[in-house]
T-cell receptor
Framework: EAGVAQSPRYKIIEKRQSVAFWCNPI?????LYWYQQILGQGPKLLIQ????????DSQLPKDRFSAERLKGVDSTLKIQPAKLEDSAVYLC?????????????FGPGTRLTVT | DAKTTQPNSMESNEEEPVHLPCNHS???????IHWYRQLPSQGPEYVIH???SNVNNRMASLAIAEDRKSSTLILHRATLRDAAVYYC????????????FGDGTTLTVKP
């Protein structure tokens, strides 16, 4: 079974530029998550999708971050414009469904550096 | 959201058992206890989860207190490859399964 795929693995941009990350979850997984992980901290949930609908985006900075999950499969996370404090690893995860009986599977992450 | 509390760091000797504690005093009746670990430069990896009863799998065992306010992840024989940050989180069966990661426990395994 293929795991969660993310690209790119690394990205360096200047502040005020825009950037997009892509995630392909495990086939058949209804729930997709985007997390932000700042160095030395645990992952922070940015947005959670159930199929192609958003169920939780309470911690997504909506003035600069956006995400979509077209057709309930792949997802993209965009930052526009980027700030220095956005430097972090962006993790995508998926699970078969949203409830607590199901574990989450994480991708390798995209390391973003904003200079 | 229900929160978990873990020690910042723990050390273990190779080939000895390791007991990683987690407190979750505000756990609700429908919250599952999940454990993940994160090796350097990798995404978190699922380890084990349970609701009320103790659980075993090929990676570890999960011991859940009778009142469910704490749990312990048990690695039966630590290896150098077990050195990682271990996260204990609660995943609800309500509220879209919302869960919150803390900062986890950094496990160091000494040869």
């Amino acid at each position: 079974e293929a795991g969660v795929a993310q690209s790119p693995r690394y990205k360096i941009i200047e502040k005020r530029q825009s950037v997009a990350f892509w995630c392909n979850p495990i086939s058949g997984h209804a729930t997709l998550y985007w997390y932000q992980q700042i160095l030395g901290q645990g992952p922070k949930l940015l947005i959670q999708f159930q199929n192609n609908g958003v169920v939780d985006d309470s911690q997504l900075p909506k003035d600069r971050f956006s995400a979509e999950r077209l057709k309930g499969v792949d997802s993209t996370l965009k930052i526009q414009p980027a700030k220095l404090e956005d430097s972090a690893v962006y993790l995508c995860a998926s699970s078969l469904d949203w409830d607590g009986t199901y574990e989450q599977y994480f991708g390798p992450g995209t390391r973003l550096t904003v200079t | 959201d229900a929160k978990t509390t873990q020690p910042n760091s723990m050390e273990s000797n190779e080939e000895e058992p390791v007991h990683l504690p987690c407190n979750h005093s505000t756990i609700s009746g429908t919250d599952y206890i999940h454990w993940y670990r994160q090796l350097p430069s990798q995404g978190p990896e699922y380890v084990i989860h349970g609701l009320t009863s103790n659980v075993n799998n090929r990676m570890a065992s999960l011991a859940i207190a009778e009142d469910r306010k704490s749990s312990t992840l048990i690695l039966h024989r630590a290896t150098l490859r077990d050195a990682a940050v271990y996260y204990c989180i609660l995943r609800a069966n309500t509220n879209a399964g919302k869960s919150t990661f803390g900062d986890g426990t950094t496990l160091t395994v000494k040869p």
